[in-house]
């Protein structure tokens, strides 16, 4: 079993930037990829950025590639996410998750992640 715990949310303006960080309870290896996926009021989870933790290569959902960047450290078993430029359409709770088994690639799908943070709100007003 892994625990994830986010922390980092709040309430910001149009503009500003937040940092989420995620820490996993025990090592995590270098075929599992981490993602964090949000979900807005009345709306499906969805994908935002993941990482594969041996290698750190990336992908991000289109709506936010070149605001927000997903990183990692090894060292502390903990995953973030900054966001620059926040839009009142990224307001939602943001998820980390852990896909424990990806031997290639980084999946954008809620159902192949095997453990789930409790979330953090992310507030953005115009």
């Known amino acids: 079993q892994v625990q994830l715990v986010e922390s980092g949310g709040g309430l910001v303006q149009a503009g500003d930037s937040l940092r989420l960080s995620c820490a996993a309870s025990?090592?995590?290896?270098?075929?599992?990829?981490m993602g964090w996926f949000r979900q807005a009021p009345g709306k499906e989870r969805e994908f935002v950025a993941g990482?594969?933790?041996?290698?750190?290569?990336?992908y991000y959902a289109d709506s936010v590639k070149g605001r927000f960047t997903i990183s990692r450290d090894n060292t502390k078993n903990t995953l973030h996410l900054q966001m620059n430029s926040l839009k009142p359409e990224d307001t939602a709770v943001y998820y980390c998750?852990?896909?424990?088994?990806?031997?290639?690639?980084?999946?954008?799908?809620?159902?192949?992640?095997?453990?789930w943070g409790q979330g953090t709100q992310v507030t953005v007003s115009s």
């Open positions: 990482i594969r933790w041996g290698s750190g290569s990336t």
């Open positions: 998750a852990l896909d424990r088994d990806r031997y290639s690639g980084i999946s954008y799908y809620t159902s192949d992640y095997d453990y």
């Open positions: 025990r090592r995590t290896f270098n075929n599992y990829v």
